[in-house]
């Protein structure tokens, strides 16, 4: 091996992540660590540059095929956890940084990173490689002085003005590589992983910047991430919402929930109206008396979930059964079926028209949510005997819905006729 180590210096590699480990930055001063965390992020960079070489000396050694491997990212995905696409990406970085001189030594030095060699690698294709040679000094000029995004967009530039036609072939590669992967863990949790071009990119990051409606609001503590998540299940709702949507298996898409009645019942000792879910008790300092699928007393464990097998907590189960936008499949015990969209706790497609001229939007104290955005709410909830006629409803964006049946808060009318939050008291009152 070359660069001052040798074989035995491989002995060294665990002792130098026992250190890392072990390291406390809260130690430093503020200057100190200033100057420690740019220098670190220097030898992360050479640290990746060992890595690119070394996979492409994997890579030409064939040992992953000794393995019985089809491919080294093959290898890497399942020796190192590295995806297929993050390993051919270390490939070509490592195949054009061959003839990138400049960029390379600035690489093994740590001036830059691996995202930066990749948003110029990425660009060079076998239409451009000389073009390549001749200006990578100016990309590596770039690359120390800027972050790889904005390199990226030189790269781009310099891609469509040195390959008109390949800019279009790039276009059109990415338009053909648009992905979007859906999966779920045994926890329940759903996982989106999408790849766009730039225009569906464009088109979809508006869509989301428009639904999260600018700067958060005043009492809004939910990160960037959070508001962008919840933009999104918004949008899909207000999109299942719509009228003309079209039709499959004879009826038009739509969420469904199936409940155990049980679940529905508040824990024995809770009132009805002023039940909260778990993670609300547990706010308010409070042990839950039941947990999501525990025994009531009905006999029957108290079971909720989606058609599509993901499981939600009592609360969730409410919250759902209260809303007229998701088909109910309600079941006592294991295979009576009681309810399936059943009319009575239904609000009529005449009554939401009414709850939208009335309401205008979610009444959530400082919402401005619109009408398609929201879903009715029973105030009572009708498994609480609550009616379902105007009086009794009102309309509740999907976020604010959630925190009425989930983070124990209440909406209630003031003397003035304006609306206000309470908290709700959790246990025997």
């Known amino acids: 091996m070359t660069g001052g180590m040798t074989g035995s210096g491989l002995a060294d590699l665990p002792g130098l992540r026992g250190m890392a480990a072990g390291f406390d930055p809260s130690e430093l001063s503020a200057q100190d660590v200033a100057e420690f965390v740019m220098e670190l992020r220097r030898f992360t960079n050479a640290l990746e540059a060992l890595w690119v ?7 030409t050694s064939r040992w992953w095929q000794l393995e019985g491997f089809l491919s080294v990212q093959a290898w890497l995905r399942s020796r190192c956890g590295v995806s297929r696409s993050a390993g051919s990406a270390v490939l070509r970085a490592s195949r054009e940084l061959a003839v990138l001189p400049e960029l390379t030594a600035a690489f093994r030095e740590g001036d830059v990173s691996f995202a930066h060699v990749r948003a110029v690698t990425s660009a060079v294709t076998p239409q451009r490689r000389e073009a390549a040679i001749k200006s ?20 781009r530039y310099w891609a469509q003005a040195s390959d008109p036609d390949g800019a279009d072939r790039d276009r059109d590669r990415a338009h053909r590589a648009r992905g979007l992967i859906v999966s779920s863990s045994v926890e329940g949790k759903v996982f989106l992983d999408a790849q766009f071009d730039a225009e569906g990119g464009e088109t979809v ?42 039709q499959v298996h004879g009826h038009r898409p739509q969420l469904t929930a199936v409940v155990d009645v049980a679940t529905l019942v508040p824990p024995p000792g809770q009132p009805r109206v002023d039940w909260v879910g778990p993670a609300a008790a547990r706010s308010q300092g409070r042990e839950p008396t039941t947990e999501p699928g525990g025994e009531l007393p009905t006999g029957f ?15 969730a189960a409410r919250r ?58 029973h105030l009572v909830h009708w498994i609480d005997g609550g009616p379902t006629d105007l009086a009794n409803l009102v309309l509740q964006c999907g976020r ?25 008291t959790v246990g025997p009152s």
């Open 136 to 155: 990578h000094g100016m990309f590596t000029f770039a690359a120390r002085g800027t972050d790889p995004a904005t390199l990226g967009r030189v790269v």
């Open 205 to 246: 990051t508006a869509a989301l910047d428009a639904a999260m409606g600018g700067a958060p609001t005043a009492g809004d503590d939910r990160s960037k991430a959070q508001r962008r998540a919840d933009a999104l299940i918004e949008i899909a709702r207000h999109y299942l919402g719509q009228a003309d949507l079209s």
């Open 301 to 315: 464990t108290a079971r909720a979930g989606f058609a599509g097998g993901g499981l939600i907590g009592h609360a």
């Open 53 to 59: 070489r070394s996979i492409d000396r994997l890579d």
């Open 400 to 424: 604010h819905h959630r925190r009425l049946h989930e983070d124990g808060e209440i909406l209630q009318r003031d003397d003035t006729g304006n609306w206000r939050i309470r908290t709700a």
């Open 320 to 377: 759902l059964a209260c809303d007229a936008r998701v088909t109910r499949l309600l079941t006592w015990g294991d295979s009576e079926i009681l309810e399936l969209g059943r009319a009575t706790p239904t609000v009529s497609p005449a009554q939401y028209r009414a709850l939208e001229l009335r309401d205008g939007g979610c009444v959530y104290p400082g919402c401005d949510r619109p009408p398609s955005f929201c879903d009715s709410h």
